[in-house]
């Protein structure tokens, strides 16, 4: 195991709602990236906090929006949800940006909508 | 941009047979990471390996070894004797020289049968 643990592990949410998705990081790292897998697709990048400041972001529009808090955990919130949405999101923990390590994911958090 | 292709969608092989995972990748950063992830049916991402641009050493760790080699830009993963258990989806990604988001390939389904 990681020590990356993401809650909650399912969710149906309907068209036009919102959602939050969580992740605690692993001890040390206070680094979190979110991403998002479709069904049968590899995983794209969300955006990244470092330091309770998004550091960096994939193509994803503004209803994507995260969080960071002072113990390094983060949340994912998406507003406006669309048929579209349902995939995995993956969160994963890291050292500092520029830091040559290994990021590591948790179970992730399987999103319906409907 | 950066690109990471693994042309194999699905491989299936019987058990004892020796697999090699393809991965092809495009950057135009000079230092760069590569990593190979596995991921079986739970969702969570199993890191496996990092290797930095700067070192084509090959490497080997029990059953599993890595062909890595920058003039083709490939990073090849090869499983010898394979086993029931290796059965999972095996995601190719890279890493930019700066910030810590990784592009992950489309990843390849190995099925192995008994």
């Known amino acids: 195991e990681t020590g990356v643990t993401q809650s909650p592990t399912h969710l149906i949410k309907t068209r036009g709602q919102q959602v939050t998705l969580r992740c605690s990081s692993q001890?040390?790292?206070?680094?979190v990236s979110w991403y998002q897998q479709a069904l049968g697709q590899g995983p794209q990048f969300i955006f990244q906090y470092y330091r309770e400041e998004e550091n960096g972001r994939g193509n994803f529009p503004p209803r994507f929006s995260g969080l960071q808090f002072p113990n390094y955990s983060s949340e994912l919130n998406v507003n406006a949800l669309e048929l579209d949405d349902s995939a995995l999101y993956l969160c994963?923990?890291?050292?500092?940006?520029?830091?040559?390590?290994?990021?590591?994911f948790g179970q992730g958090t399987r999103l319906t909508v409907v | 941009a950066q690109k990471v292709t693994q042309a194999q969608t699905e491989i299936s092989v019987v058990e004892k047979e020796d697999v090699t995972l393809d991965c092809v990748y495009e950057t135009r950063d000079t230092t760069y990471y590569l990593f190979w992830y596995k991921q079986p049916p739970s969702g969570e991402l199993v890191f496996l390996i990092r290797r930095n641009s700067f070192d084509e050493q090959n490497e080997i760790s029990g059953r599993y070894s890595w062909n890595f080699q920058k003039s083709t830009s490939s990073f090849n993963f090869t499983i010898t004797a394979s086993q029931v258990v290796d059965s999972a989806v095996y995601f190719c990604a890279l890493r930019g020289n700066a910030g810590n988001m990784l592009t992950f390939g489309g990843g390849t389904r190995l099925m192995v049968k008994p």
């Open positions: 001890s040390g790292h206070n680094t």
């Open positions: 994963a923990s890291s050292s500092p940006p520029g830091v040559n390590t290994e990021a590591f």
